[in-house]
C-alpha cells in the first residue's frame, strides 16, 4: 500500500495544496466575530473579486461547492419556473437535481459527453420559449474535460433576458471566467480545485440582475444557511458571514489567492493552458483517445478513454500502488474514460511523471503501443513551450 | 523565478522530507531535561541502532555530518599518529583534512573520481605500513556516486588490527550498513540525506575496540563539544546529551525512524535500488555516461559527466527554472558532472519526471540525442521491476 502523504493527487479535486497554505491554515484560529478576522474575512473576498475582475458581491460559505450551486437555485428560482439545463456532463445535471428540489421545471438540453454547449442551440431553445427564466450551465465539465463556450452563451442569455448561472468550480482560479464581462448573472466555485485549498468552501458571485430577481421573489427564499441576503446583510454590515466561518479554510484561501497574485494572474492561466497542451499531447502521442471535443478541451482536466480491454479498477489500483491517484468516470462513462488534473500547484513534472506511469501500467495491462511515445510527445510539446 | 516550495530538492541532501516529519517537528518543544524528553531521546537512539542492527553506543549531536567526523577524529587520534586515508572523492578527502586538523599524519591512497576503494591495496597498505592506526573511508561517495565496499575493507583493516571509521552519512538509512557485522570501529552519519530530517543532526556508532582506543588516550581529547566520553556518560545516565540538544529536529528524526519502520527496512533499501537502477537506465538510454565505475554504482546518488559543450551553469540554471534542483560537481570534476539524489521519500515519479525534464534542457542547450530515449529506458525498467 503506497503512502497515503506522498502519492500525487491527479484527481480533479481535491489537489495538491502550496506548503504556505497548509502552514497558514495551521496557525491558531482567532475570534471569528473580531474586528481582526473581519479584516482578514474582507481582504479574502477582496482577493477573489480581483481574480473575478469584478465589484460586484462576493459571497463565502462553508459548504462545498454543491452548496454554492444550490444558493444560486434556491435563491433565484420561483416554483413553477421554467429553467433550460444545459447539460453534457455529470456536474451540469446536478443543476437539473437542483431545479426540481426547489420546484422548477427543467427544460433539458442534452449533449452526449464529450461535446461542448452549442450556443446557437440555446438561442433556439430560448427564442422557442419565452416562458424560460433562468438558464444553467457547467463552465469546465470536469465530467468530461469539456470548456463550455460561457462568453457566447451569456451574450445569448442576455439578448434574451434570462437569468445565467454558471457553475465555475473547476475553472475559476485556473482559467479565465469574468462574471461581468461574459455577461453571468451568478457564478459558484469552491476552494478544492484551482483555488487551491481544501475542501469546505465555496462561493458565489451575484450580478445585479440576480439580486433583482431575489428580491422580487414572491416567495421567500427556502433555505436558510444559504439565504444570500441574509449572507450580503451580514458582510456588508460586518465584513464576515452570518453563520460561524471556517476561519481555517479562509486563512487557507487568502494565503492561496495570494499565492496567485504572486505568480500573476495571466502566469496562473498561461500554465494550467500549457500542462493542457502538454498532457494532451502526452496521452495523444500514447494513441489514446480523449473524450472531449478537440475544439473545446478544458485547461484544468482531461478525460482519456480507455483503450479496449483494460478495465479501470486494474489501471487504476495499478497506479495507485505506484503513487498516482487519477479520477475514473461518472455516468454514462464511468468505467469507460479516466480524468487527470492540471490545476493549482500541478507542475511539469507532474503530468511528465503521471504519463510515464501510465505508459507502463498501461503496458503492463497488455495495451499495444510502443513504450514512452506519449512522454515523447510531451517532451516535444514542452520543448516548445516558453518556460 | 520558480517556487521554492514547490521545486523538487533532486541534489542529494538536503532532499524532501516526509509531511508528518514536518508535523512532528512543528509540535511545541517541551523541556529538555525532562523525563518525557528523555524517553524520546532513548527512543530515537534505540531505532538508530536498530536500524544499524547493533547494540552498541550511538550518540546523537546537533551538528552537521561534518561535526560527527570530527567527532570520530578528534577523540580517537593521538597527535603524531598515522591515518591511512582513502581518498576518491570530495567526501572521503574531508578526513584527511580533519586528520591534519588533529595533528594526524595522513598517508593518502587516491584513486580517481568515480573509482571505487580496492580492497587489495588497502591490504597492502597496511601490511606495508605497521605505524598507520586509524583508517578512514567514505562508504557512499556522494562526490561520485560510488558505493566503496566497506564491508571488504573493514575485514582487512580488523585484520590488521586497526581502527576503521566510516562516514556513511549517504548511506544510513538508504543503502545496508551492518557497522557489527562489517567491522566498522565508528561509523558516522547526518540527518538531512536518507533520514529523511532537515540539516541539524549527526550521530555517531561507536563500537568497543574504538572506545577502547579512546579511554587508553595519553592526552585528553582536543575536543569538549564533540567528547565522546562525555557524551556517552550523559547518555548512560539520562539518556539525552550532555549539552543542548536540537528539540525539533530529535522530534522530527523520531518520526522518520518510524517511517522507515513502517515501509519496513529492507523494503526501503529496496526501493533505493530499484531508483537507482531506474535512474542510470535513464540516463545511460539518454547516451549519456556515469562517473561511477558500473560496479560500484551508489544507490542513492548517481553523478553524470556533461556532454561536451554544455555548461554546468546554463543546465542547472534551465533545470531550476523547470522546478528541479540538481547539484554540480565537486573538485576536479567541477563543472564535468551533475548529480541527482534518489534518497528517503524518493519515487519512480520524481526518478522519471527528473529524467524527462533533464532531456528537454539537455535537447534545449543542443545535446545531440533522441528525445525520450533515456525516459523510455527508465520505463523498460520501471516495467520489469516488481513494483
Known amino acids: 500500500m503506497y503512502d497515503e502523504e506522498l502519492t500525487n493527487l491527479m484527481i480533479p479535486g481535491p489537489v495538491p495544496i502550496h506548503p504556505r497554505v497548509y502552514r497558514a491554515m495551521s496557525r491558531v484560529i482567532f475570534g471569528h466575530r473580531t474586528p481582526e478576522y473581519q479584516n482578514l474575512y474582507k481582504e479574502t473576498v477582496s482577493l477573489l473579486q480581483r481574480l473575478l475582475q469584478t465589484e460586484q458581491d462576493v459571497l463565502v460559505f462553508a459548504g462545498s461547492g454543491t452548496a454554492a450551486m444550490e444558493a444560486a437555485i434556491a435563491n433565484t428560482l420561483e416554483p413553477g419556473e421554467r429553467v433550460l439545463n444545459l447539460v ?5 445535471e446536478r443543476w437539473t437535481e437542483l431545479t426540481t428540489t426547489f420546484g422548477g421545471t427543467p427544460v433539458i438540453q442534452e449533449y452526449s459527453y464529450g461535446q461542448a454547449v452549442d450556443p446557437e442551440r440555446v438561442r433556439e431553445a430560448l427564442a422557442s420559449d419565452a416562458s424560460i427564466r433562468i438558464v444553467t450551465m457547467c463552465h469546465n465539465e470536469t465530467s468530461t474535460g469539456v470548456l463550455n463556450p460561457a462568453k457566447e452563451v451569456g451574450q445569448i442569455v442576455r439578448d434574451y433576458d434570462r437569468l445565467f448561472l454558471v457553475d465555475g468550480i473547476t475553472s475559476v482560479g485556473g482559467d479565465y471566467v469574468f462574471p461581468d464581462k461574459w455577461n453571468f448573472d451568478m457564478l459558484v466555485t469552491g476552494s478544492q480545485k484551482c483555488l487551491g485549498v481544501p475542501p469546505g468552501l465555496c462561493a458565489i458571485w451575484v450580478g ?29 454590515g460586518f465584513g464576515d458571514s452570518p453563520f460561524t466561518s471556517a476561519v481555517s479554510l479562509m486563512y487557507g484561501l487568502h494565503e492561496s489567492l495570494k499565492i496567485m497574485f504572486e505568480e500573476g494572474y495571466e502566469n496562473r492561466v498561461e500554465r494550467h493552458h500549457r500542462l493542457g497542451r502538454i498532457t494532451r499531447a502526452g ?13 473545446h478541451y478544458s485547461n484544468t482536466v482531461t478525460a482519456v478513454k480507455y483503450p479496449s480491454g483494460i478495465t479501470d479498477k486494474e489501471f487504476r489500483g495499478q497506479l495507485q500502488n505506484l503513487g498516482i491517484l487519477v479520477a475514473g468516470g461518472q455516468g454514462p462513462v464511468k468505467g469507460k474514460i479516466w480524468r487527470t488534473n492540471h490545476m493549482n500547484i500541478c507542475t511539469e513534472r507532474d503530468v511528465l511523471s503521471t504519463l510515464a506511469i501510465i505508459e507502463v501500467v498501461l503496458k503492463r495491462l497488455g495495451y499495444e503501443f510502443p513504450l514512452g511515445s506519449g512522454v515523447l510527445a510531451a517532451q516535444e510539446q514542452l520543448l516548445k513551450e516558453k518556460v
Chains 1, 2 share one sequence.
Open 283 to 295: 496521452y495523444l502521442g500514447s494513441g489514446l483517445e480523449l473524450l472531449a471535443d478537440p475544439a
Open 88 to 92: 453534457n456532463g455529470n456536474f451540469s
Open 208 to 236: 445585479s440582475r440576480a439580486w433583482q430577481k431575489i428580491e422580487k421573489r414572491k416567495q421567500p427564499s427556502p433555505t436558510f444557511y444559504l439565504n444570500l441576503l441574509k449572507a450580503k446583510k451580514r458582510y456588508d
